[in-house]
């Protein structure tokens, strides 16, 4: 495994914990604004799915769907639209701009709504039409991209539009701003070490802009610097997993550490649709494709251990994609 720092002593891990859940506390007891309840999803065990797994090896999901926004995409926009703020980088003058696949654009568009912000986002034309819908609901102006460019075609798009008028916008940039990791570094981490009680020893996530891979490993090698971290990828620059990149054809995001990652596995669409739709059936959560990626490899990881806790990162439900299904 490879060791990113130090690893701090039991008493400071205690402390660092211990310090998030004080937080948690504070959110439950004291006035509640929507921004509060971004965090703090629920660890949900499999159960069916894992029966023929040995005794000793436990599999759990990180239900992000749980957000506001109905991402783990609510993670970062908040930690980036606050930074900004704090800088003096976002004004009320300035128009929130990104590129997006979806869920960070619903983040920032209902994040900018309630703070009072325009904001507009560069998508391929071909995201669900679910996300669209959403999206024009919280007041977002929507540009489209090339289909057939994917993600990098709006990366793309996006850094024209603001090249050409920079004073207008606040480019949140969540392919290199550092404030994307951060935030799981901050919040997706310690909550994932406190609700395993420390004993993870298998972290598994799909890589799109890679944030919550990067931050979320990065605080966990903190704390056990054995914990293996396994990243999940389309198995080629065809296959479409929506969130997803395949970082051997794709832009590669300036976030994107290679070292970090123990190994990545390659899943095809038809692997990750049938395990959204397993867990749907079996298990009864309801996830989106990138989701059904992490956890049919985070059951291929599971079956080589006798004894582990394997948890992999679920970005969204499955609602944004229903006009994407098959017929049953």
């Known amino acids: 495994m490879k060791t990113l720092v130090d690893a701090p002593t039991i008493d400071h891990r205690v402390h660092i914990v211990r310090e998030r859940v004080v937080r948690h506390e504070a959110l439950i007891h004291g006035p509640v604004s929507l921004l509060d309840r971004v965090g703090n999803t629920p660890l949900l065990r499999l159960h069916r799915l894992s029966a023929d797994l040995p005794a000793g090896v436990e599999v759990y999901g990180k239900a992000e769907w749980f957000n506001p926004g109905g991402s783990v995409k609510d993670r970062p926009a908040l930690r980036i639209i606050e930074v900004a703020e704090q800088r003096g980088q976002l004004t009320p003058d300035k128009i929130i701009i990104d590129s997006t696949s979806g869920n960070t654009g619903i983040a920032y ?155 990545t596995v390659h899943v095809s669409p038809e692997q990750a649709y049938r395990m959204a739709q397993r867990l749907a059936r079996e298990e009864g959560w309801f996830v989106g494709f990138s989701a059904g990626a992490a956890m049919h490899v985070a059951l291929e990881v599971a079956r080589s251990l006798e004894e582990g806790v394997v948890v992999a990162m679920l970005p969204d439900s499955g609602t944004k994609y229903l006009s994407l299904l098959p017929p049953a």
């Open 109 to 263: 568009a209902w994040i900018g709504a309630l703070k009072g912000y325009r904001v507009t986002l560069v998508m391929p034309e071909n995201v669900s039409e679910e996300r669209k819908k959403i999206l024009r609901a919280f007041g977002a102006e929507l540009i489209f991209s090339d289909p057939l460019e994917g993600s990098d075609g709006a990366l793309r798009l996006v850094r024209q539009i603001v090249a050409e008028n920079p004073d207008r916008y606040f480019y949140a940039d969540q392919y290199n701003n550092p404030e994307n990791w951060r935030a799981h570094f901050h919040t997706t981490g310690p909550e994932i070490w406190a609700q395993t009680q420390g004993r993870i020893t298998h972290l598994v996530a799909g890589v799109g802009t890679s944030g919550t891979l990067m931050g979320t490993a990065r605080f966990l090698r903190q704390m056990n610097p054995d914990i293996a971290v396994i990243a999940v990828e389309p198995e080629d620059e065809l296959a479409i997993i929506e969130g997803l990149k395949h970082m051997e054809t794709a832009i590669v995001p300036g976030i994107y550490d290679p070292e970090i990652i123990d190994r």
